[in-house]
Nanobody
């Protein structure tokens, strides 16, 4: 199986920055697309940023120019750099990875457990 472990969340003042990390481990042959999602209280989970294996990225309009997704393929780790944070960015952030499993070569989606980001003064 595959595990995704997120870290880097916390409390930050408006205008501040945080860097989230998501480390994948387990029976990984390769990782195709990776992404970050978030869910605020009382709202549906929404896409924040995605990056396929080819490296091109896409972002939600609300975070364009402030957030940046990146990945370290050698370490099976994906990052989300968040700058100029706003109170409306407060949410639980989840990473997602589309993984090709080592032995079966099947393609499966995996999610992390989530990390809380709170933007408040």
């Amino acid at each position: 199986q595959v595990q995704l472990v997120e870290s880097g969340g916390g409390l930050v003042q408006p205008g501040g920055s945080l860097r989230l990390s998501c480390a994948a481990s387990g029976s990984i042959f390769s990782i195709n697309a990776v992404g970050w999602y978030r869910q605020a209280p009382g709202k549906q989970r929404e896409l924040v940023a995605t990056m396929p294996s080819g490296g091109s990225t896409s972002y939600a309009d609300s975070v364009k120019g402030r957030f940046a997704i990146s990945r370290d393929n050698a370490k099976n780790t994906v990052f989300l750099q968040m700058n100029s944070l706003k109170p409306e960015d407060t949410a639980v952030y989840y990473c997602n990875a589309r993984v090709v499993l080592t032995y079966s070569k099947l393609l499966r989606d995996y999610w992390g457990q989530g990390t809380q980001v709170t933007v408040s003064s």
